[in-house]
Each structure stands twice: as C-alpha cells, then as structure tokens.
C-alpha cells in the first residue's frame, strides 16, 4: 500500500482537545490506529496521540466511498490524519466522536505486534525493553514520561527562580571522580579515559566563578549488581552552591522536592489516573535523622549494623518501615562518604554529608564540601586515593575556594516515587545495565 502525503494537512487539535462544546467543528487530527472495533452498519477507530483517544466513528453508508475504503484498509498502528466533525454523543466514553470528511494513511505497521499496545495483555519488562519504541507508545509510557517532563520543568524552574545558572561538564574525564571501580574506560584517542560517575569536581570548581550552578545529564556506573533501583547510565539533577552548608542545601532540597510534588499533583491528574497512582505533597521540614539513631532504630528492631559501614539494603528495608515517606539521614561516619564531604569541625569522625531517603531507597545524596586543600588532600590519602590524580581539581583550591555544598537527585529514582513504578526500567526511555545494551 502506498502511504498517502501529508500534503498541506495542519493539525487543529489533539485527541483530548476535543470536548462536547465543539459539536459541529471541523478538526484535522494526527495520530495511530490504536484499535478498531466492527459493529455491523458501523466502523470505530480510535484514533489515539500524544495527549489521549478519540473514537473516529464511520458510518458505513454515511461516509464517502473513498473514506469506507481507506477505513477499511487500517491496522493497528497505522499512522493516519483524519478531517472530521466533532459529534457530541452519549455512545462513547469522552462523550463525543468524529465523524470522517477525509482519512490519509500516512504508514501502514506490522500485522503481527510485539506487545499488545492496547494494555489488555501486559507483557513482562524484557519484553516490553525488547520492543521499547512500541511499548512506548503505551498511554502508561506516555504518562510516565510526562510526569517526569514536568517534574523536571518545576525543578529546573524552581533553580533558575533562586539564581542558578545551568551548566554542561565533561561526559569524558581524565580520572575517577570519586575513586572506585564502578567507572567505564574509554579509548581517548590511544589513552585510557573514563566516562564521569558525576560532575562532582566541576560543579565543585565552577562555585568560584558562577557560584551558584545546577546541571542535568547523563551519568554513568559500571554497576556489577542487577537491582531494580540501579543503571549504569542514568539521569543526575545536581546542584552546586557558594557560601553555602548542608543545612542551606537541604531546606533547598526539600523545598525542591515539595515544588516538584505538588507541580505534578496539580498538573498531571489525567496521567496519574491513567498509572493509577497518587501522590502526596510532603510537608517541610522533612525528619532529620542521624546515623547514630538510624543504628539504634535498626538494633531495636533487630538489625545489626556495624558502626561506621554503610547501611545495607536490606536494613533500608527495615527503615523505610519505620519511616515510610521521605526523611533524611545526617551525621554520617567520615570514612562512609566521599572523599569531598567536610568532616565536622567539633567531632571530625562525623561529617556533614546528607542522603535523602524516600521509604528504603535513598533518592538524593549531597554534602558540605570541603574548601580547604591541605584537608582534602589529607582526605584523598586516607581513601587510598593518588593526589597527582586530582592535580587539575586541587589547584583550583588555591584560587579563593568559597565554602560551598551541594547535592545530587537521581532522576529516575525521583520519577519512580511520582510514578508509582517499582523498576527504574519503565521510567528510563532507553534503559542500560549490566545485561542490555540495546535497544
Ligand atoms: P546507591 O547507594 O543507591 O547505589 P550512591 O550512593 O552510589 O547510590 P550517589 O553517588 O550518592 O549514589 O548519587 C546520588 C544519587 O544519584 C543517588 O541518590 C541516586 O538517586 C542516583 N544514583 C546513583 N547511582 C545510580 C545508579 N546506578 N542508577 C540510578 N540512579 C543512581
């Protein structure tokens, strides 16, 4: 079948543009055939697009020859334009259908789909990545990445409202940020490079001159574990603060979070509905916790954590129980966190790191930053750490320094509270991990 041309076709609306009050209109639409159904006498397609469905119904002896034959050509996900008049009527479920003038059949499809597009039939999540450009096209997909669009638009709003300029770092770096094996190598033109864990170092250098910075992108993590919260290239919303401490960036933080909660709340009821999920506008401050509550909250309950070490997963478990929406966790033991992170001034075996935590999984991490060189120096060494590595990074220290914090949100993570979902697959557009590289 040849596929018919666009020609000067102009969209008028979208499918949800469409309400009773436009009975009688005429609306040119754009989109795919996402199911038909026969009933005798009648045709119904619905016509589906970004925004949602319309039923496209075509009475077989009303329409035009040309129309009936280009109707009864379509498949699913045939991409088709449709000119029409709105009929406002109690036979379809948004209370309104378009009757055809005109159908273009832009491109035909496979008879045979991967994945069933109408939702009646989930498939499983490897099935669905198999066929990720189809699966997206499910309205669950669309809604989820909605969501995270406009949670990332009230995020980046909110920053640029407070004075922070966006910024690019470099993907491609000379040396670990933070050290660790989880780091992908890169053949730099015959040299060994790496693909950034973070943009840690610049963000931290670029507070001397732009003083307030944030920065969205791609980070990468040679993760070894296959978990449902990790990826090895994955979306970081980080920001970078002068003149500031942890206490400044956490009021930040959760007023962020609160913005992005409520945005969503507000703007997104018809995709909530769709993902069947709802969600929460936190009330600020969240609970701060420490640590050293956190162990003692976990022995009573049973669990075990040896001072100092980092909290195992399963212990989140535990925790997120107890503490069931977001909190966050202070007065880390030094030796657990980054080399960067200041120890505290009055007790140096603490420091001034903070994670954020939604239930068991910790959403965002950030910190006071170490200003002063010698210290950080002294830090590097003692995690193991060559100085030479972060010659670039460290001269940087003898230019002025502020005191500074910041933190980093894991988009996904973020989006996967929003969203309801459990696997950070079905927020990530193209999902990479141990085991998938493709599509
Ligand atoms: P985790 O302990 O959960 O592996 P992390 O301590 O390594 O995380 P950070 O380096 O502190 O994480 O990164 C800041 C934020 O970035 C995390 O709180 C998380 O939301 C997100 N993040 C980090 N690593 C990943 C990953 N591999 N996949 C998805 N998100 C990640």
Redo the contacts with the bound molecule.
């Keep these: 079948m040849t596929p018919d041309f666009i020609g000067n076709w102009v969209r008028t609306c979208y499918s949800a543009d469409i309400t009773p009050a436009m009975d009688g209109k005429e609306v040119t639409l754009f989109g795919w055939v996402k199911e038909i159904r026969d009933l005798g006498g009648i045709r119904f397609i619905i016509l589906q697009d970004r925004e949602g469905t319309i039923q496209i119904t075509v009475p077989r002896k009303k329409v035009s020859a040309e129309v009936l034959s280009k109707s009864n050509s379509l498949q699913k996900r045939y991409s088709v334009g449709v000119k029409g008049v709105v009929k406002k009527t109690d036979m379809s479920p948004r209370g309104v259908e378009v009757i055809p003038n005109e159908i273009k059949v832009l491109n035909t499809a496979a008879a045979q789909l991967p994945i069933d597009i109408t939702g009646k039939t989930p498939a499983n999540i490897e099935a669905r990545l198999d066929a990720r450009a189809l699966d997206l096209c499910q309205e669950q997909s669309i809604a989820v990445f909605k969501i995270q669009h406009v949670a990332l638009d009230a995020i980046r709003s909110f920053l640029f409202e407070r004075g922070f300029l966006e910024v690019h770092t470099p993907r491609i770096i000379a040396s670990a940020t933070?050290g660790g094996a989880a780091l992908f190598t890169v053949d730099y033109f015959g040299e060994k490079a790496y693909l950034a864990q973070?943009p840690q170092l610049y963000k931290e250098q670029l507070v001397m001159s732009l003083e307030k910075v944030f920065e969205v992108g791609p980070f990468f993590?040679a993760?070894a574990s296959h978990t449902r919260?990790?990826?090895?290239e994955?979306i970081?919303v980080d920001i970078e603060q002068a003149f500031a401490d942890a206490e400044d960036v956490m009021a930040l933080l959760e007023q962020v979070i609160q913005h992005a909660c409520k945005t969503v709340k507000e703007k997104c009821t018809k995709e909530l509905t769709i993902l069947k999920h709802k969600v929460e506008v936190p009330e600020v401050p969240f609970k701060r916790l420490t640590y050293d509550s956190v162990l003692d909250d976990l022995k009573k309950e049973g669990v075990e954590v040896p001072w100092g070490e980092d909290i195992p997963t399963e212990a989140f478990r535990t925790l997120g129980k107890l503490h069931p929406y977001f909190y966050f966790i202070t007065d880390w033991p030094t030796e657990s966190k980054a080399f960067y992170i200041k120890p505290r001034d009055d007790k140096p075996e603490l420091c001034e790191g903070f994670?954020l935590m939604w239930r068991w999984i910790?959403?965002?991490?950030g910190g006071t930053r170490i200003a002063e060189k010698d210290l950080l120096i002294r830090r590097l060494k003692e995690k193991g750490l060559n100085p030479e590595s972060f010659k670039h990074h460290l001269q940087a220290f003898d230019y002025g320094m502020p005191p500074h914090a910041g933190w980093?949100?894991?988009l996904?993570?973020l989006t996967m509270i929003l969203t309801g979902r459990r696997n950070?697959r079905e927020v990530t557009l193209y999902p990479r991990d141990r085991t998938r590289l493709t599509p």
């Excluded at 919260?229 to 090895?232: D, I, M, Q, V």
């Excluded at 910790?362 to 991490?365: F, Q, R």
């Design positions: 933070e973070s993590r993760e919260r990790h990826l090895s994955f970081s994670d910790e959403i965002v991490s980093a949100i894991g996904e993570r950070i």
